[in-house]
Structure formats: structure tokens, C-alpha cells
């Protein structure tokens, strides 16, 4: 049996024109094999994934391209970045076929192919050769990795979607089954917990480590590997001539600290751990459970945090808003991409004074975009450093205009639907799920997601030059009026307040030149914190509550159901402008 090429491990990647570099992806590395009888999936150790993956092995391939073998990788995908190991191996795990399937549907799982596997044929070409197979064999559980020819932009990518690392291949490298070289070099990006020691087991030569939570000693994770072997030598004797011998392990009182790199650490367990460094200038009331969540997540070297444990809402400090805005970076900064930017800033908190700023600060970073029009100076915020630095500055909610910056056409459609107050929030589900239909009708792709506030707002996609705020104009009121026909009891288009009633308000006017809708995943200036959040359709029922995820909630929601905006920017190109230009023009 042939195994896969190998990777060398490093802590530097080469540089050079004669190297080419892709993201790392945190899953089952497999071979593709296809012939003429189908597709199966062999791990680099063997073991037939086929029946585990039934979205990708039962693709049928382009006619006339068999017989061929693809290198890759096996991932789940919380951003195009960012991979979902820990669903992946629960994936693995599985064995009943129902629950495949099952499991399948819901979190799809995709083959990221980097190789056209030929002997003897530089990389280069087989890139070629896996582009022109994947060009005609548009299936969406099987899809080209990315290739960079600059490193400095991929590690910005890597750094800010928390990816596994980076993999530097030399572009006239032939493919070596099994073999290990310097032409394929792989670095991670480890993150770093600052612990101190608890436990040496002579037998697995395992040392196990805490932090302290809230003056409590909590288990953090053990680790074997990366101590020079002086060093180890040298933390034996200390743990033998300092401790105290219980059962078959040394027993060490809270002295000694150190820096353990992961690719994660979650229930009192480190993933792929490696010693660092000794902290001697840490003491062990340093190493807190609060200092390696923060650690954890990445911050840029450069952002400086100011008032963290201030409460910006009701149970909600500084640090645990910043926290949220690190994590939900790689989601929301693409809907801010080329936009200019409105924030409601709230310095000392929700129920404190707070201010509209839609022009940049001559102090802001220039991580922070200027944007200069009509002598004003706007800000475009499409970076980690300036969305962390406005979030310091006690930014709250993000509003974004419907056309880029220095455009005069929309690039998408949001139907604001406003009830008249939270227990209404019942004629939102009737209303988003009667848009739906008639725009399903029209073959029309439409995206919900909730307000964050008592409402809820309809997405729809499109390239910028597709239609104008006119023509944008004429699709939401007359969604609107649709609306008001059919449930004249339950809808509204009335401006005055007092004479809506009990109606739900449709608000197309909303949608316009210079006007602004919250972000999707921004958080909202209400109590508990809630999140702007962007929702399956198959979520919109009576159940909901337009307050279901808030700062604590959403990652972990995404992290097990995704993100239901993941194919916000390919629908754009597939709505049905013919069919409705046509309908414009009746």
C-alpha cells in the first residue's frame, strides 16, 4: 500500500520564488482514489474512510478522467480557514450508516485536494493538471486548497481565522510516496498556555499542569514532548528532590511555571502539546484560567487593551466582549470588506452615554482604513488590529451601508422587519417565511438572519452593477405591499407609529443610498448582549426567541451548527438577474 508524501516539521518556512505556499488544515489527511468503479478515501495510515464520508465518495467524477489519485485533506469547515477537528474525529467515530448520513447532511464534511498525485511531474504542473480536473468537476464536497505565493499574506489569513499552520512546498518538487523532505515543510501556529507544574509520571515520562481558577487549582493538560534533554533530566531530579512521591507519580506543589504550545486546549486536555519555555518570571497565582482563555485566542502582538474587567453590559465586562470580537473576527470582517463604517459607541457601557461615529479618528491605527470622499474622512474597517481596536474604544454595534465605498450601486438587499414590540416577534417568522416562498419562487437565493434586537432582516446577494437603488427599491416595497395584501391584519407599511397598531412594520425605505443595517454577528447595545445572528431557514419556526445568542452562546453555536451565511458571496453570482431584470422591465 502506498502512503501518502510527508511533511517536515519547522519552526521557519522557507522563502523564495521557488516556493509556493498553502494553508494547513486541521483534519484526516487521505488519499482520493478514483477509477472507474468510484471513489474511496485511504487514510495516511490505510484505513478506509469511504463509508465514513459518503458526501465526497459518492461523487461522480467528470467522464473520461479516470483513472486519477488525489492527495488532501479531509476537513469540516467552520470558515475556509479554519477547520472543525473535534466534529471531524466524533465524524470518525461513527458507525452506523443512518447517523452518517445524518451527520452528512448537517455538517458536510469536503475533500481539500493540493495534489494531482504523478511521479516524476514537478508540483507545478500537477497544480495545473488538479485545477483543470476540479474546473469541470464542480462538486461541492471536493475543492482545490488555495495557493500562496506570498507567505506574509497567508500567515495574516492563517493568524486571523485561528488556522492549523502554514505548508511551504518547493513548486518543482516531485511527489515521493511515503518519503519525508525538505520540500515539503510544514510550521503551526501554536498557541500558548502559561501553567505550572503538578505531576511526574516516571513511566510515560508524562508531566502533568494546572492553573488556578478563581483561587482553585483546575487541571490544565499534560505534556511529554519538546524539553531539551538537559532540561528534562533537569526537571526530574527537581520533581524527585521538591516532591513528594504518591502512588506512581511526583507530586509537586505550585512553583514551577511554563509555556506549553497546542493546537487547542479544551476539558483539562492539551491537543498536540510541546513544552516551550520555563517561566521563572511568572509565579504560579499568574496562571489563571482568565490568562489562558485570553492567551488561547490570539491576540495581535500590537493591541493593547485597556479597563478589560470594566462591564460594558449586565454581567459583561470588557474582556469578555473583546474575547467575542477575536473569535467572530474571520465571520464578520468579510461583510465589512470595502464598506464604509458606522459604530455606536458606548465607552462606559450600554446604560451610559453613548455616540454615531461614522468618521475615522486621526488617532486610529492604520489597521483602521481612511476613506476619503467629498473632503470626509470615513473609515473602512477590514482588519483584526483596527475591529479590535474600535471594540477597545467601547464600539458596540456595527452598521454597514449597502454599497462599497465610492460605489452608486447596492451590492445586496436587507428587508428590515420590525414588530412593534418582542412578544410580536411571532409576525417576523409569518413574514420572513412568505418572502421566502416568493422569492423561491423566482429562483431567487435569500439568506435570514435576527436583528439582535425584537426583529429580524432578509439578505439578498447580488454584484454590485446588477441593479440599481431604483430597481432595488421596486423589489422591497413591492415584497412589502405583497406582504400587506395578503395579511392586511398582521402587516404594515404605515410610517406613523401610531397608526400601525398591533402590525408588523415592513420597512422597505430602509434599504437606500446612505442608509446603514447592523452587521451580521454584530453585537447589539441591549441587555444580555445579544448578537446580530444569521440563521438557517430551517431555524425560523415558532420556537425562536429573537434574543437566542448572545457574546456567551455564539461561538459555541457555530462551532456545532456553522455558519449560515457560509455561502453568502458565491450566491451573488448565481441569483437569476435575467428573470428578474425581465420582471423589472414588465
Known sequence: MKRPMLLTPSDDLPEGEEWMYEPKYDGFRALLECTSEGIRLISRNGKDLTDKFPEISEAAPPPDTTPFVLDGEIVILNTAFQANFDLLQK??????????????????????????????????KRKQRLAELLAKWEHPGIKMVAVYQ????????????????IIAKRSTSTYQFGEKTRHWVKWK??????????????DNGYVDTAVYNEGQIRKAGRFKHGLPREEAATLRHFFKEKGKK????????????ADIHCLEAENEEFREPMFHRFRFDHTPEQCTSRKMTWDLSLFPDRFEPTSLEKELFPGVTKRDYLLYTRHIAPYMLPYMKEKKLTVIRFPDGIHNESFFQKHRPDYAPNALKLWMEKGESYMICEELQGLLWLANQGAIEFHLPFEKAGGVHPDEIILDLDPPEKDAFPLCLTAAL?????????????????????????????QEGDL?????????????RLLVE???????????????KDRLYIDYVQHGEGKTIIAPYSVRAKDGAPIAAPLYWEEVQDELNPRSYTVENMMERLQKRGDPFQDYEKARALQPMDQIQALLDY
Not at 107 to 113: E, G, H, I, K
Not at 189 to 202: E, G, I, M, Y
Not at 246 to 257: D, F
Not at 438 to 454: A, H, Q, V
Request: hydrophobic share 40%.
Open 434 to 462: 412568505l418572502c421566502r416562498k416568493w422569492l423561491d419562487e423566482l429562483g431567487m437565493i435569500s439568506f435570514i438572519k435576527l436583528s439582535g434586537s425584537k426583529g429580524m432582516q432578509l439578505h439578498l446577494p447580488f
Open 486 to 500: 395578503t395579511k392586511p391584519d398582521l402587516f404594515t407599511v404605515e410610517r406613523f407609529k401610531s397608526k400601525r
Open 468 to 480: 440599481t437603488y431604483e430597481e432595488t427599491r421596486v423589489i422591497t416595497e413591492t415584497l412589502a
Open 189 to 202: 501556529q501554536w498557541k500558548t498556555a502559561s501553567v505550572f507544574l503538578t505531576h511526574f509520571d516516571p
Open 246 to 257: 504518591e502512588k506512581n507519580k511526583w507530586t509537586l506543589p505550585p512553583s514551577v511555571c
Open 150 to 165: 506570498h507567505v506574509d499574506k497567508l500567515k495574516d489569513i492563517i493568524h486571523l481565522h485561528f488556522g492549523e499552520g
Open 91 to 124: 465524524r470518525g467515530r461513527l458507525r452506523n450508516t443512518e447517523n452518517i448520513r445524518k451527520a452528512a447532511a448537517e455538517r458536510p464534511a469536503l475533500f481539500a485536494a493540493f495534489d494531482f498525485v504523478q511521479e516524476q511531474i514537478p508540483l507545478e
